[in-house]
């Protein structure tokens, strides 16, 4: 494993807020005072992905000796193809493990549990059990989530503006984070690999043929990967008329300049309240 970046770490971090993002080859690692300009730090350690995941995420945390240090809160976003929102009206604590292992019959996974109270729904996801043991463990009360979450929470806002549908897309690193909201809430959250933006073109317009959005009048958002955004939307201004990419929120600026350089689930997350 090896980290991008060497940053001096503050002395202090018990007003900090820790945002830890774990994928099967890296650990992105961000950490900040949300009232301290530039305060914002980030790590990219990239981890072996043939080895033990758990493994390489613990010999990860124990070698950065600030992430052991107690923050005032603690974030850790695990991407997985398991999961499912449900909406609050039936969202009950009893029964939503039956919701997921219906869905993910075969599953073993830890069920990750989630609200997201703006968006009225709670995203239940799975998680390797062994991972999740050690973030309990090793950090004090982590909130554990799926990286759909901070998008839906935060795309739910900026969707009421105007009557039009709208979809957001998420690029990163070969995966594409798809949210839609139409005038009455939430209509899809669900994340496509991609090996090519066609890929990425192939997903979306089938989305928005199913949803029975209209090529004239709803919207496209784009986030994330520069470069794939732009062939992806060269490619679907064929068929949709307004294509625009995501304002970076101007809050985030004053963290830092490596804030520019986040995932924006991270972003979005370090905007919203979970």
């Given amino acids: 494993m090896a980290s991008d970046t060497t940053h001096t770490p503050p002395t202090d971090v018990s007003q900090y807020t820790l945002m830890l993002r774990i994928a099967r080859n890296e650990l992105l690692c961000v950490y900040y005072h949300p009232a301290i300009d530039n305060s914002l730090v980030s790590e990219r350690i990239v981890l072996n992905s043939g080895n033990d995941l758990v493994h390489e995420v613990e010999q990860a945390v124990y070698k950065q000796e600030i992430l052991l240090q107690p923050f005032k809160r603690i974030y850790a976003i695990l991407p997985s193809p398991h999961h499912l929102t449900v909406p609050n009206e039936v969202a009950t604590y009893s029964d939503n493990s039956i919701f997921f292992t219906t869905l993910y019959p075969d599953s073993k996974e830890h069920i990750v549990e989630c609200r997201m109270p703006h968006t009225g729904a709670l995203m239940l996801s799975g998680c390797d059990s062994r991972l999740a043991a050690f973030?309990?463990?090793?950090?004090?009360?982590?909130?554990?989530?799926?990286?759909?979450?901070?998008?839906?929470?935060?795309?739910?806002?900026?969707?009421?503006?105007?009557?039009?549908?709208?979809?957001?897309?998420?690029?990163?690193?070969?995966?594409?984070?798809?949210?839609?909201?139409?005038?009455?809430?939430?209509?899809?959250?669900?994340?496509?690999?991609?090996?090519?933006?066609?890929?990425?073109?192939?997903?979306?317009?089938?989305?928005?043929?199913?949803?029975?959005?209209?090529?004239?009048?709803?919207?496209?958002?784009?986030?994330?990967?520069?470069?794939?955004?732009?062939?992806?939307?060269?490619?679907?201004?064929?068929?949709?008329?307004?294509?625009?990419?995501?304002?970076?929120?101007?809050?985030?600026?004053?963290?830092?300049?490596?804030?520019?350089n986040l995932s924006f689930d991270l972003t979005a997350l370090s905007l919203c309240e979970l």
């Avoid at 008329?241 to 985030?252: A, G």
């Fill in 135 to 260: 973030l309990q463990r090793t950090f004090d009360r982590p909130t554990l989530l799926h990286p759909l979450t901070p998008l839906c929470e935060y795309f739910y806002r900026k969707s009421r503006l105007g009557n039009q549908c709208k979809m957001y897309l998420h690029l990163y690193r070969g995966m594409m984070d798809v949210v839609c909201f139409g005038r009455n809430g939430l209509l899809l959250a669900n994340s496509y690999p991609y090996r090519h933006p066609n890929d990425a073109a192939y997903h979306v317009l089938n989305i928005w043929k199913h949803l029975g959005l209209d090529q004239r009048k709803d919207e496209i958002h784009m986030a994330g990967d520069i470069e794939v955004r732009k062939e992806l939307s060269t490619l679907l201004r064929n068929y949709i008329f307004t294509i625009v990419p995501v304002i970076f929120p101007s809050h985030c600026h004053v963290l830092g300049g490596d804030a520019m």
